[in-house]
């Protein structure tokens, strides 16, 4: 699942960016309006099919089609605003389009990785089965509260930097759809919440008392590294911003 949605998720948008916008600029242009319409529906209907999710491992994959869709609505502005005067903003949003899959693979790799953490130890995905246990293990807490807000699009993580240039960039292309996709920010907020709440918070399931709950340091050490990116690239996305806006330039060039 982590490699799944960390990297085979992004193939269908880079041949987007690397075949259909280079090679066929004028039907992108054509179906940019179609894209986003199909790249808002899967912001909104990803946030409220994760939103309504018990399982933890599917309230994560149907996240994943929540920030896609992001990366979707970027790639729409660009294919429609490409070599107009909104190309600028086009720029804009294709930029965090590209971080934003990258930073998709750091916050959905992570999450899959703590679900499969719990599940290892308790041998249930069922959110209601959990409950209260931050006591129990609270380096575990503490990393699924870091990595569930990066997921969340807190300022100061990597996902607010990516999901900021998206909608900075197609507002003044796509303003209406770009507004309707807030609605699926504001549900994406309800579900991490959500899912927080019944896994940490809460009275403690008797279930789980003098089990061994915690993450161990093999857990860690696998997860460390996807949690000091999604930091940097929130303090300091210029860095891997500048290499992504390279690229993208010499495209619309």
């Not at 990116?229 to 060039?253: C, H, K, Q, S």
């Amino acid at each position: 699942s982590m490699i799944l949605a960390g990297v085979l998720l992004k193939l269908g948008a880079y041949g987007f960016l690397r075949l259909v916008l280079p090679l066929y600029p004028q039907q992108a242009h054509d179906y940019a309006g179609i894209l986003a319409l199909l790249a808002v529906a899967a912001i909104v209907f990803g946030a409220f099919a994760s939103w309504g999710q018990s399982d933890f491992k599917r309230l994560v994959a149907y996240s994943s089609v929540n920030h896609m869709g992001f990366v979707v609505l970027g790639i729409a502005a660009a294919a429609y605003a490409r070599g107009t005067m909104s190309a600028g903003d086009a720029v804009i949003a294709l930029n965090g389009a590209v971080l934003q899959m990258f930073n998709h693979g750091l916050s959905a790799a992570g999450m899959f990785l703590l679900v499969g953490v719990i599940y290892e130890r308790t041998h249930t995905r069922d959110l209601k089965a959990y409950g209260g246990l931050f006591p129990l293990a609270p380096i575990y807490g503490g990393i699924l509260i870091f990595t569930a807000m990066s997921s969340l699009g807190l300022p100061g993580l990597n996902g607010f930097v990516s999901e900021f240039m998206v909608v900075r960039g197609a507002w003044p292309i796509f303003t209406a759809y770009t507004a309707v996709a807030m609605l699926g920010l504001l549900i994406t907020g309800i579900y991490i919440l959500k899912s927080v709440r019944q896994v940490l918070h809460g009275p403690l399931n008797e279930a789980w008392k003098g089990h061994a709950l915690e993450i161990n340091g093999r857990e860690i050490l696998a997860i460390a590294p996807l949690m000091v990116l999604m930091l940097v690239i929130g303090v300091w996305p210029a860095w891997i911003v500048g290499v992504i806006n390279a690229t993208v330039t010499r495209l619309f060039g």
